[in-house]
Each structure stands twice: as structure tokens, then as C-alpha cells.
């Protein structure tokens, strides 16, 4: 068994390995109101915690004799149990529904400043110009991490393509799209299912089938609690945190759509919301298979989430890479 702990004065974070049957175990928080004075309190209470594996929070008492809070973050074993992004403190549990125009003005932050570092040549070209013409060659995203972050989805959920999405008040713009065999640096792909359908571009909201549940996601005031039941699997339905359809040739509901019309052989889609750490819905990661499917598996949702957390934190980054370009720029303008 090995483990790494790092904190401040009133909260320690252990990272640990080790063989024995805790499968479930991945870290550890230990809160408390007085540091830890030695190492032999830090063993204490991890080999407590690995010794007797706990799904809710237990209190322990370290050498001292003063309560610390060992809390376990194993989701797949904790039913129920509330989901934090990191940096998130506990108090903050909720999320604070936005108004229309709000979230519309968080989008246009994020995507201003990917597009200033990418410069997108078909990004604000729509896609779907008529029914009758055919689709425009796909422009390839220049961002080749969130590409990976697609293609990453595809794979692990063994689906035919997926897309990163902004979604503004009457424009859906994809930033990226990604297939299982299709090439990160060279427009190549090793089966003729993987070619790209759209690349970077836009199109109205309501040629898209995410415009149906938008609004949805931007009213949710929680998150999204851990299923009951880890066999759980989450089939056709929308809500706050997500929009499945099973087989969108059956459903009358979509299939009229132009997005479903002009994509090849969709049958399954799957979609969350990209959520800032505010809480304000930026846009869609969007699951799409030419099979329809029974639904998805409550691990695949977690993973699904996961990713969704890991692209709205790279699209921060990229507002931060952004502002530190245009500051540089306006220094050297300025003789600096």
C-alpha cells in the first residue's frame, strides 16, 4: 500500500494504492479542526479506512483524541451520494438556475475565446444551407485536445462519433467532432463509417435536437444524484442532466429534425450539458451511433459527466490562454 497526502491546516487529501479487496476505494478526505500532529495520525486513519471501507461518512478519532471526518469518494459504491466537481466546496451543493440572456453571455465568453486562439475558418458557417444541397467539406478542429476528449467518448462508449458543442440563444456551434479511427494530426480514418460528417461549424438551434432540451438543463437546481442500483441504465427520457433517445427513427418527436435528416444512418443519441463551474449550461457533449440502443449504464453516464467536467475545465483554460495572448499583443503594440 502506498499513499500521498497533501493539505492546509483544516483538510487533507490521501491519495492512496494498494491490493487489498477495496475496489472501490480511489481517495480519501480527512476534515478536521486542528492539524494532524504526526505521521502515525495520517497511518491511523488511512489503514482505519482501508481496513473497515465505508460508503457514507463515518467519524474516526486520530491520536489526539480530536474528531476528524473520513469520508470515502467511491461513487460506484455509494448510492445516493452527491457528486462535486474538485475545487467545489461542500457547502455548495446546488445550482442557481440562470435566465436565458445570462447563459447566452457565458457562452459567447467561451466561444470568443476559442475561436481567438483556433480561428475556425467554417465556424460560423452553417452547415445546412438546403435540404437539396449537399453538406460542405468538413473543416477538422484545430484544438487536438478537444478532439482527443471526443474521441476518448467514442471509444469508451463504443458509439460512432461524438460532438462538442456551444449552444448560444438561436446558434449551435460544434467546436469539435471525433470518430473511434479517424486521425488526430492527418485527415485520415481507418474505416469509411469514420469519416467526418460535420467538423467545425454551426447551425440554428432548431435544426438540432439539443434545442429540445436546453431549457431543461438551464431550470436544474441539483445535481445529479448516484442511482440507487449500480446496474441501473438510463433509457429514452430527457431531464436536467441529460437527453437520450433510443432510436430516433421511431420517434416523430426528432426525426423531421434537419440534424437527424442529413446525418448518416443516426439512430441512437445521447446528450449532456457542458456546465461552467457556476453552474450555467455553455453547451452539449452529444453521443450519436448508427444503432439504436437499450439506453445508458449508469457508469457510462459517470463517465459521460466526468468529460463533460474535463472539456468545460479545458475551455477555461482557453479563456485564460486567450486573455494572456491579447495582453501580450496590446504590449507589444505599445512598445513594450
Request: charged share 25%; net charge positive; proline share 5%.
Amino acid at each position: 500500500m502506498c499513499a500521498v497526502s497533501v493539505g492546509d491546516g483544516h483538510t487533507s487529501y490521501i491519495a492512496s494504492g494498494s491490493q487489498c479487496n477495496t475496489p472501490g476505494l480511489c481517495f480519501i478526505i480527512i476534515r478536521r479542526t486542528k492539524p494532524l500532529t504526526s505521521v502515525c495520525s495520517y497511518s491511523t486513519l488511512l489503514s482505519d479506512a482501508l481496513l473497515h471501507p465505508i460508503h457514507r461518512a463515518t467519524q474516526v478519532h486520530s491520536s489526539d483524541n480530536r474528531r476528524s471526518l473520513v469520508r470515502m469518494e467511491s461513487p460506484a459504491s455509494q448510492p445516493g451520494f452527491l457528486r462535486l466537481r474538485r475545487g467545489l466546496s461542500t457547502e455548495h451543493t446546488g445550482l442557481r438556475p440562470r435566465t436565458e440572456l445570462s447563459r447566452e453571455k457565458d457562452v459567447y465568453r467561451y466561444l470568443h475565446a476559442w475561436a481567438s486562439l483556433h480561428r475556425p475558418v467554417a465556424l460560423y458557417r452553417h452547415v445546412f444551407p438546403h435540404q437539396d444541397f449537399p453538406l460542405p467539406k468538413p473543416e477538422p478542429c484545430g484544438d487536438t485536445a478537444l478532439t482527443s476528449f471526443a474521441q476518448l467518448c467514442t471509444l469508451r462508449l463504443r458509439a460512432r462519433r461524438c460532438l462538442i458543442t456551444l449552444i448560444s440563444g438561436g446558434v449551435e456551434y460544434v467546436l469539435a467532432e471525433a470518430t473511434r479511427t479517424m486521425s488526430l494530426q492527418y485527415d485520415t480514418f481507418e474505416d469509411a463509417n469514420d469519416s467526418p460528417w460535420l467538423g467545425c461549424c454551426s447551425f440554428p438551434r432548431t435544426d438540432g435536437i439539443n434545442d429540445i432540451a436546453i431549457d431543461a438543463w438551464r431550470k436544474a437546481r441539483k445535481y445529479r444524484e448516484l442511482p440507487e442500483f449500480a446496474d441501473l441504465y438510463y433509457r429514452d427520457s430527457r431531464s436536467a442532466h441529460w437527453f437520450i433517445v433510443s432510436d430516433t427513427r421511431n420517434d416523430v418527436r426528432y426525426n423531421e429534425r434537419t440534424f437527424v435528416k442529413r446525418c448518416p444512418n443516426l439512430r441512437f443519441f445521447c446528450s449532456i450539458p457542458l456546465r461552467d463551474v457556476q453552474g450555467s449550461v455553455i453547451g452539449a457533449l452529444s453521443i450519436l451511433d448508427d444503432r439504436p440502443r437499450f439506453g445508458v449504464s449508469a457508469a457510462e453516464m459517470l463517465f459521460l459527466e466526468d468529460s463533460a467536467d474535463t472539456i468545460t475545465s479545458h475551455l477555461d483554460a482557453t479563456i485564460l490562454r486567450s486573455q494572456q495572448q491579447r495582453s501580450e499583443r496590446l504590449h507589444c503594440e505599445n512598445g513594450g
